[in-house]
C-alpha cells in the first residue's frame, strides 16, 4: 500500500514538473498583448510597435499592441496590474509609470509591488514645438510670448503625469508663466490638432515629432536634452537658450502582472535585448533621435532597482509643486 501511494506520489510529482516545464518551455503557445497606456500614432506607441515587431520573429507568435489611453497612462498600467500574471499581457510605458506612484493620489494600484520589470528600453530626448506658422522665431521670442500672452497660449498633454505633462510643467516654471492645459489621451492626436492650428504648442518625444520636424509640418524651437539630437542638428538645447539645468529625457521600460514566472519574464528580457539589437530597430531608432537603451542598463535587476529609485527621485519633487491628480 505504501509503495503504491509513493508511486503514485512520484507520478504525479513527474508528471506535474513535465507539465510545468513543458508549458514554460513552449511560451509563447498563443498572441501576446502588449498595452500601450496611451492613444495609437503617439511616440510610446511607435517605440512598442517597433519592439512588438521584433519580439514577434523572436517568439515565434503574434506580439499584438493595444491602446489604452487616459489618467496619464494610469488607465492602462492599471489593465495590466489586474491582468493574469501569465506573460499574455504586459505593458510598454515610459517615466511617467514611476511619477505616477506620487502624483495620483488614489492609484488603484503599486507602481512598486504590482509588476514584473522585463528590461529598459530607450531614453528618449524631447522637444518643444508650436503650430504652423506660430509667431515666435525662435525659443527666446517664444519664451517672450508665453511670458506675454501666458493663459492665451494653449499646450497640448496626455494628462496629468504624462511626459509632455512634466516637460509642460517643467517650462512653465522655468519661464515664469501659466499657460492653459488642453489634455488628450496620448500625444499622436494632441499632434494631429497641432499640426491643425487648434493648439499653440506641445512638449513631446522625438518618436513622434521628428518626422513632423522634417516635413515642416510644426514650427521646432529646441530639445530638451542636455546635447543636441544628432538627427535635429540645428535644434537648440533649452540650457543654451538660458534654462539652467533644463534636462528632460524620457526612458521607456516593459513590465509584466506581479507573480509572472521567472522563465517568461527571462525569456521576454532575452526577446527584449535581442529586439534592441536588431538592426531594423537601432536604424529606426536612430532616425527618431534616440538610441537603444546602453547594455549595462537592461537586465531585469536594473530595471527594477531602477523603477524604486525613479519613484524616489520624483517624491520630493512632485511633493514641492504640489501637482497632484485623483
Ligand atoms: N508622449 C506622450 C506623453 O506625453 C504619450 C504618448 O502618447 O505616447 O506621455
Not at 506581479?258 to 528580457?269: E, H, R, S
Request: overall charge neutral; hydrophobic content about 40%; charged content about 20%.
Amino acid at each position: 500500500m505504501k509503495l503504491k501511494h509513493a508511486i503514485v506520489a512520484l507520478a504525479a510529482l513527474f508528471g506535474v514538473a513535465a507539465t510545468g516545464a513543458e508549458a514554460q518551455q513552449a511560451y509563447p503557445t498563443r498572441p501576446i498583448t502588449v498595452i500601450v497606456p496611451f492613444a495609437a500614432g503617439g511616440p510610446t506607441d511607435t517605440v512598442a510597435r517597433l519592439i512588438a515587431e521584433s519580439m514577434t520573429k523572436t517568439l515565434g507568435q503574434q506580439v499584438l499592441v493595444e491602446n489604452v489611453g487616459g489618467a496619464g497612462g494610469t488607465r492602462g498600467a492599471g489593465q495590466v496590474a489586474k491582468a493574469a500574471p501569465d506573460g499574455y499581457t504586459l505593458l510598454i510605458h515610459h517615466i511617467g509609470h514611476v511619477t505616477a506612484a506620487t502624483l495620483y493620489r488614489k492609484l488603484p494600484y503599486s507602481v512598486v509591488n504590482d509588476f514584473e520589470e522585463a528590461g529598459l528600453i530607450t531614453p528618449v530626448p524631447m522637444t518643444i514645438i508650436g503650430k504652423p506658422g506660430m509667431e515666435p522665431k525662435n525659443i527666446t521670442d517664444l519664451i517672450d510670448y508665453v511670458k506675454k500672452n501666458k493663459e492665451k497660449v494653449t499646450y497640448g498633454n496626455a494628462g496629468v503625469g504624462s511626459a509632455s505633462h512634466l516637460c509642460g510643467m517643467l517650462f512653465m516654471s522655468k519661464v515664469g508663466a501659466q499657460m492653459t492645459t488642453v489634455p488628450y489621451q496620448g500625444t499622436g492626436p494632441a499632434m494631429n490638432d497641432l499640426v491643425g492650428g487648434q493648439i499653440d504648442l506641445l512638449c513631446d518625444q522625438t518618436t513622434n515629432t521628428t518626422g513632423q520636424i522634417r516635413g515642416g509640418k510644426v514650427k521646432a524651437y529646441a530639445v530638451t536634452t542636455k546635447d543636441r539630437v544628432k538627427s535635429l542638428g540645428d535644434l537648440p538645447t533649452l540650457q543654451e537658450s538660458g534654462m539652467k539645468d533644463f534636462e528632460v529625457t524620457i526612458w521607456h521600460g516593459m513590465y509584466a502582472p506581479k507573480g509572472t514566472p521567472k522563465d517568461i519574464m527571462d525569456k521576454l528580457n532575452a526577446a527584449l535585448n535581442t529586439a534592441l539589437e536588431d538592426p531594423k530597430v537601432i536604424a529606426r531608432f536612430a532616425d527618431l533621435g534616440t538610441e537603444p537603451e546602453a547594455k549595462d542598463r537592461r537586465s531585469r535587476e536594473f530595471h527594477k532597482q531602477f523603477v524604486a529609485s525613479e519613484v524616489a527621485k520624483w517624491k520630493p519633487i512632485i511633493e514641492a509643486a504640489g501637482v497632484y491628480a485623483d
